[in-house]
């Protein structure tokens, strides 16, 4: 099953509702690169308040989309990491560092607002 | 599992990515009255891109949704309905009248605001 990309404007849009295993997490990277690609977005937000587990694989590749995306032009913003998660990302050693994050969508938005000054 | 109702200015939004069973589909049905009450939205969009599937009980679930939504004065627009969705639909002879439909999230927020005025 693949995660739904949804567009809002420039930005696109995408709230993870499943758990996420490797391949599904891989398959996510692609296609949210690809859909950077065609729309010429310039924002990305990636709502994260359904996800109640995380391991190192899966922030791995998160960390690596956000830094991937930048490279293609798109500032993305993590909203809505619960607090057993970023419990988990601490104690895993993992520090997300250079990554934006928000308290909700509407946060994240705003912050991509601000910092594209659109 | 819980379908995230996500709070974007007065709108809520919802993207589902399940296959809807009966019990989320109501449990749905609930958490969506209850948050439009908690935050006093005005607007509604329901994106239902990654739905392959739909079956009688939650076409009904669906449209009483839409109607309850109206009467505790919320728009609800139904987006990304799937070509094999809208086929199923008709030949279960459910019509989804009074049910405004848009093609994507983008647009289902643009019928909003025409409609809103906001």
Same mark, same amino acid.
């Given at each position: ?19 996420? =295993? =490797?391949?599904?997490? !891989?398959?996510?990277?692609e296609?949210?690169? @690809? ?9 990305? &937000?990636? =709502?994260?308040?359904?996800?109640? !587990? !995380? ?5 791995? &590749? ?8 930048d ?5 993305? &913003?993590?909203?809505? !990491?619960?607090?057993? &998660? ?15 994050t928000?308290?909700?969508?509407? @946060? ?11």
């Amino acid at each position: 099953m693949r995660i739904p990309i949804l567009k809002l404007g420039n930005y696109l849009l995408i709230s993870i509702q499943m758990e996420l =295993d =490797d391949k599904t997490a !891989i398959q996510f990277q692609e296609d949210l690169l @690809q859909r950077i690609h065609e729309t010429g977005a310039t924002g990305v &937000v990636v =709502d994260l308040t359904s996800v109640d !587990i !995380i391991d190192s694989f899966i922030a791995k &590749v998160l960390g690596e989309v956000v830094s991937m995306s930048d490279l293609m032009g798109a500032k993305v &913003v993590l909203t809505g !990491i619960q607090p057993a &998660v970023a419990i988990t990302l601490i104690d895993l050693g993992i520090h997300l560092q250079n990554v934006q994050t928000a308290l909700d969508l509407e @946060q994240g938005l705003m912050k991509l607002h601000q910092e594209l000054g659109e």
